[in-house]
């Protein structure tokens, strides 16, 4: 399985990005895809999932500004992030996940200017 992201880049503070995460591979295998978070000195953090039956969750600090959804037809998963916020500044990256394990893109930076 390979996960490309894309749509990364510097925006400012209240601006919207789009990302979006490619899966090719077994795919069928994959149950949730996933958007994680890492801003420099911190630990990795959840942003939101999507189960494959459309179940969601999402971080606390990102309700309501986030949005996670899956194009099937596509294999692809996306991430519309609006009211960006300078504290959203981080490397995004994709994650799969499926029975025998998790598989992880090479993530792509956000930047938001305040």
């Known amino acids: 399985v390979q996960l490309v992201e894309s749509g990364g880049g510097l925006v400012q503070a209240g601006g919207s990005l789009r990302l979006s995460c490619v899966v090719s591979?077994?795919?069928?295998?994959?149950?949730?895809m996933g958007w994680y978070r890492q801003a420099p000195g911190t630990q990795l953090e959840l942003v939101a999932q999507?189960?494959?039956?459309?179940?969601?969750k999402y971080a606390d600090s990102v309700k309501g500004r986030f949005t996670i959804s899956r194009d099937n037809a596509n294999n692809t998963v996306l991430l519309q992030m609006n009211s960006l916020k300078p504290e959203d500044t981080a490397v995004y990256y994709c994650?799969?996940?499926?029975?025998?394990?998790?598989?992880w893109g090479q993530g792509t930076q956000v930047t938001v200017s305040s």
């Open positions: 999507i189960a494959s039956g459309g179940s969601t």
């Open positions: 591979g077994s795919i069928f295998s994959i149950n949730t």
């Open positions: 994650k799969g996940t499926a029975n025998v394990g998790g598989y």
